[in-house]
């Protein structure tokens, strides 16, 4: 929902219900990159919502009655006009791209013309994901990857937020893979010991990996093989792969993908997540990042043994390390999950 860049700094206080059985907790609201971020009065992350998922309960009342799916479960009241409005062209302007399907439906249409006409039940699958990466906008990616978002923060907890941990780690990610990188890098208690690199240009990774460490550089380290993932396969590629041709084929001409696929492949990727990219992948992007390898192949492999190549082609062998961090900076990086 980069679109959306006038409310990336808006807030708001709000009432919110986890479940329709627990009380209403006053919270603060507020916009991420594809999520609504909804924070206690210490400024903790309690959940965070897909945008594109917003539905409204009580259209033209105030305070205004939000929700981020069909089952309700959680409901968020909001009072501000201003938090409202955004939220209200937030839900209109997904709605008028998905009513406008456009080039996305009719290159589905086509795809599954042009498969059935050439290439049989083998090449189809393959055909139409490849339609698929061409044709599915950014938009929706971020929107795909925001609602595997969520349904991961149900295996781990919800994601760590603090205001200077957080500037932080927006730091050294512009740091790992550029200012024009774009996507965004969340931080969850728990999970698997490598980040893992969503649709939408979303990266996960489990708080582990930033307290086991002393050096920025590891960090820096982990959020670069998290990209090395996606040049090796495209995400959204990988999701179509392992939900099968229904999913795609759906997608292409209705342009989405079922709530239960997402959260069934969410399940599946924190369990069993993508290896580690080859390291001449890994070693083109240190060395456009100008980072150290080293640091990284030691933080995966203690001994070195299996991570030997990026050590002994490190493209910065020799050269001063950078200061990626101030100390201050760290140690904020590091309480980022309090």
């Not at 916009?31 to 539905?55: E, K, Y």
């Not at 990219?277 to 640091?295: E, G």
């Amino acid at each position: 929902m980069t679109a959306l860049t006038e409310f990336s700094r808006l807030e708001s206080g709000g009432l919110w219900r986890a479940s329709p059985d627990a009380q209403l907790r006053d919270v603060t609201v507020s916009f991420g990159n594809a999520t609504l971020v909804i924070s206690d009065s210490a400024a903790r992350p309690l959940t965070h919502w897909s945008l594109p998922a917003l539905q409204r309960l009580n259209a033209g009342e105030r305070p205004a009655l939000f929700t981020p799916d069909d089952d309700q479960t959680e409901t968020l009241e909001i009072s501000d006009d201003l938090m409202i409005d955004a939220m209200e062209k937030v839900r209109k302007t997904v709605k008028r791209r998905r009513s406008r399907p456009g080039r996305l439906r009719s290159f589905g249409l086509l795809a599954v013309v042009g498969g059935i006409a050439l290439g049989g039940i083998l090449w189809l699958p393959d055909a139409l994901i490849r339609e698929a990466q061409i044709v599915v906008p950014p938009v929706q990616r971020a929107e795909i990857g925001a609602t595997l978002l969520g349904h991961i923060q149900r295996l781990t907890g919800q994601t760590c937020r603090s205001r200077l941990g957080t500037q932080a780690l927006n730091k050294l990610y512009i740091r790992a893979l550029g200012a024009d990188a774009g996507g965004q890098v969340f931080v969850v208690p728990s999970g698997p010991d490598t980040a893992v690199y969503l649709p939408g240009g979303l990266i996960v990774m489990n708080r582990d990996l930033i307290e086991d460490t002393e050096d920025p550089a590891v960090v820096a380290g982990y959020i670069i093989a998290a990209a090395a993932q996606a040049r090796v396969q495209d995400p959204l590629a990988a999701l179509l792969d392992s939900a099968g041709l229904g999913t795609t084929f759906t997608l292409l001409t209705q342009g989405e993908i079922a709530p239960d696929t997402l959260r069934a492949y969410g399940e599946t990727l924190f369990a069993n997540p993508p290896p580690r990219a080859p390291d001449d992948v890994l070693l083109n992007l240190f060395d456009d990042a100008q980072l150290s390898s080293t640091p990284y192949a030691y933080a995966v492999d203690v001994t070195g043994e299996t991570t030997l190549g990026l050590i002994e082609a490190d493209p910065m062998q020799g050269a001063a390390p950078d200061v990626l961090l101030r100390d201050a900076e760290w140690i904020s990086l590091q309480g980022i999950c309090g």
